[in-house]
């Protein structure tokens, strides 16, 4: 499995971003994505998730404000983030459920928030 994002960069408090993350070498439709973030000297926490039957979960301090979104015939997953703070800022990763409910992990792409 390979999990490409992109999209990520330096933006001002209350600017937006479009995360992407391309899909390689998965059965793309039937599985579960999510946005998962780790900030400087913190654990990486879930942001949203988003299932093959396009149910989603946000995490509190997103909801509002985030947007996560898949289009299966692209295999590629996407997060909206509007309204971005400053503790936004932190490397974000897509992950891909497999089967056994274990996470595959793609690379991270930075996105900082200045004040």
């Known amino acids: 499995v390979q999990l490409q994002a992109s999209g990520g960069g330096l933006v001002q408090a209350g600017g937006s971003l479009r995360l992407s993350c391309k899909a390689i070498?998965?059965?793309?439709?039937?599985?579960?994505f999510g946005w998962f973030r780790q900030a400087p000297g913190k654990q990486r926490e879930e942001v949203s998730l988003?299932?093959?039957?396009?149910?989603?979960d946000y995490a509190d301090s997103v909801k509002g404000r985030f947007t996560i979104s898949r289009d299966n015939a692209r295999r590629t997953l996407y997060l909206q983030m509007n309204n971005l703070k400053p503790e936004d800022t932190a490397v974000h990763y897509c992950?891909?459920?497999?089967?056994?409910?274990?996470?595959?992990w793609g690379q991270g792409t930075l996105v900082t928030v200045s004040s």
């Open positions: 992950g891909a459920q497999s089967g056994t409910g274990a996470w595959n």
């Open positions: 070498g998965i059965n793309f439709s039937i599985r579960t």
């Open positions: 988003i299932r093959s039957d396009g149910s989603t």
